[in-house]
């Protein structure tokens, strides 16, 4: 009942803005003249800023059109939206949150010049995260790879179940549900044993889904609850910037990452979409260092936590372990595309094949010509994407892209049983990505997100052959089947191809 109470409260308030916008500017029409001269001269000004802007030109055109189109209002819309503003304090607090991430990644034993020496050819790429993500090399690390949220699932109420010293959890989605009760009795009960048990939720994500009572219990018990960027207001553009991370840390020993969240249909309980399709990793050693600190900088950023205890380094030796792995991060704060510019590395670098899957697939310029030139060039490029949508204009613009790439030799595969949420690339039988970044524009540029860039290590294997074996519940897209448009589906699609950055 109070969620519906905030959600009409949420409403009144944008209707209310809107109003406050609107009215003026029909009130003004009858000087519509002047005014037109007026407006025009400053959206005019506005479209020279944003070309001066050194951004993904993707960005601009939608809001260059809106600019140039609609003079008499675009400019504002522009103000409200087109730009992030963080104020100083924000930033500072972001400075301090970098700070705090490189010293805690310095302690870690950051394995770059011994990859250097075991894989030279990857060097670059950890080289890059190193640079510019603040992101160490880690060995000593076993991983092992979920293929499905059921088995991700029992994986993690087993580790829960073992909790000794503190649980860290951060998620874009806690749901009622099977999965959520589950996880709150464990939660409930490590706490009455004295484990700290912290739980940070993003606050549009979890809208009308994550019941105040069950919230109210868990805070009732002990366990520290974090409402990520809390909604207000439609109006902020803020919105945008969600916490789209999921990490589970146990122990500081280990950690889990990947696609699913806190709800039943990740773990096919329940079946909006048919069959959900969904994977994760999970990490145990000296990598879980990497999602421990990606979890407190964040949540110093909404908290009054000041600093990374020693307390939660891992302290498990993994026997036998093989490879690499780089736990990473990509704030939308700061003017670095951790997760695009990754993708574009593994993409660019392969050499022999490179198998995607991802539920969105929403391409700047730059993307697409780097997966047509893969192919050109005789890399094996193939890619996944789901046999049903969650959401009708995103799956027809996912399929807009489908003809081009298909031409440049790219194989396309929609997975028939229902939906694919899993967010992963392996390549070369050498390196692979697993994480929660999509291939759209919302997961590259604006959301918080977290992935495991991972190489010369036995689970690659398992996630090649994960690809491998989900195909033959794939249908192979061909150019005829792309071809097959309505007339209003062949209108429709340049308008969503043109605001893509902004959906």
């Not at 890399?379 to 996912?398: A, E, H, Q, S, W």
């Not at 692979?432 to 997961?443: E, M």
Request: proline share 4%; hydrophobic share 45%.
């Amino acid at each position: 009942m109070k969620k519906t109470i905030k959600l009409l409260i949420l409403a009144a308030v944008v209707v209310l803005q809107a109003a406050v916008i609107i009215l003026p500017l029909l009130y003004l029409r009858q000087f519509s003249l002047p005014l037109n001269t007026i407006f025009t001269v400053i959206s005019m000004l506005m479209v020279f800023y944003l070309i001066r802007l050194d951004i993904n030109p993707a960005y601009k055109i939608p809001w260059i059109f809106i600019l140039l189109v609609f003079p008499f209002f675009g400019w504002i819309v522009y103000g409200m939206y087109g730009k992030n503003y963080f104020t100083r304090k924000e930033r500072r607090r972001f400075a301090n949150i970098g700070r705090m991430y490189m010293d805690a990644t310095a302690l870690a034993n950051n394995r770059i010049d011994e990859l250097k020496e075991v894989i030279p050819y990857r060097y670059p790429e950890a080289k890059y995260l190193m640079d510019y993500g603040n992101s160490a090399v880690y060995g000593g690390t076993s991983c092992k790879y979920f293929s499905c949220g059921e088995d991700m699932y029992e994986a993690l109420l087993t580790e829960l179940a073992k909790a000794e010293n503190f649980i860290f959890m951060e998620y874009f989605i806690i749901e009622e549900g099977k999965m959520f009760s589950q996880i709150v009795n464990i939660l409930i009960d490590k706490v009455k044993k004295g484990v700290e048990v912290r739980l940070m939720y993003d606050s549009l994500g979890s809208l009308s889904k994550a019941k105040d009572n069950s919230i109210r219990l868990l805070k009732a018990a002990g366990v520290e609850c974090y409402e990520f960027n809390r909604l207000i207001s439609l109006m902020d553009n803020r919105y945008n910037n969600r916490d789209h991370r999921k990490i589970c840390v146990i122990d500081g020993n280990v950690g889990f990452t990947g696609g699913i969240n806190i709800a039943d249909e990740y773990i096919n309980e329940t079946h909006p979409f048919g069959k959900w399709k969904d994977s994760a990793v999970m990490l145990k050693g000296e990598g879980v260092w990497g999602l421990t600190i990606m979890f407190l900088t964040l949540l110093y950023g909404i908290s009054d936590v000041k600093k990374i205890s020693e307390e939660y380094r891992p302290h498990l030796e993994v026997a036998n372990s093989a490879g690499f792995f780089i736990p990473f991060t990509d704030y939308p704060i700061d003017d670095e595309a951790n997760g695009r510019n990754v993708y574009l590395n593994l993409i660019n670098r392969a050499r022999k094949y490179v198998y995607i899957m991802s539920p969105y697939l929403i391409l700047d310029n730059v993307l697409v010509v780097a997966l047509e030139n893969a192919a050109k060039s005789g890399v094996d490029v193939r890619i996944m994407t789901p046999g049903k949508g969650d959401k009708k204009l995103i799956y027809l613009l996912t399929r807009s892209y489908y003809e081009p790439l298909i031409k440049a030799g790219v194989k396309i595969y929609e997975y028939t049983p229902g939906f694919l949420h899993s967010k992963s690339m392996v390549s070369d039988d050498e390196v692979a990505v697993v994480g929660t970044i999509n291939l759209d524009y919302r997961s590259l540029a604006h959301h918080y997100e977290d992935a495991v860039w991972m190489c010369g290590t036995p689970v690659i294997n398992d996630i090649k052959e994960d690809f491998c074996t989900t195909i033959s519940e794939c249908r192979e897209i061909t150019l005829e089947f792309c071809r097959k448009k309505s007339i209003f589906k062949s209108l429709l699609i340049p308008i969503l191809r043109l605001f893509a950055p902004m959906l």
